[in-house]
């Protein structure tokens, strides 16, 4: 999950791009190929974490410094 949401925010890729996205635990499941469930508890763990915040429909990056060390890690 860390690995695909970062991917959004790559600087290289997307750059100027905002750090808050409009999409669904369910849409995201979908991209990372996970279950809804799945992602629901990942993204939890990165809002632990300090990477991201949840909101309605919303997950904006904190720290994307924080989000790409986690992608790393797994």
Do not use: C, H
Not at 5 to 24: E, Q, V, W
Not at 41 to 69: N, T
């Amino acid at each position: 999950m860390a690995y695909s949401l970062s991917g959004l925010f790559n600087d290289a890729l997307f750059p100027n791009t905002a750090r808050r996205i409009t999409l669904s635990q369910e849409e995201l499941g979908r991209l990372s190929g996970v279950s809804r469930q799945v992602a629901n508890r990942a993204l939890q763990e990165l809002q632990d974490r300090g990477a991201i915040r949840l909101g309605y429909g919303s997950i904006e990056v904190i720290d994307l410094k924080v989000l790409q060390a986690i992608a790393r890690e797994g």
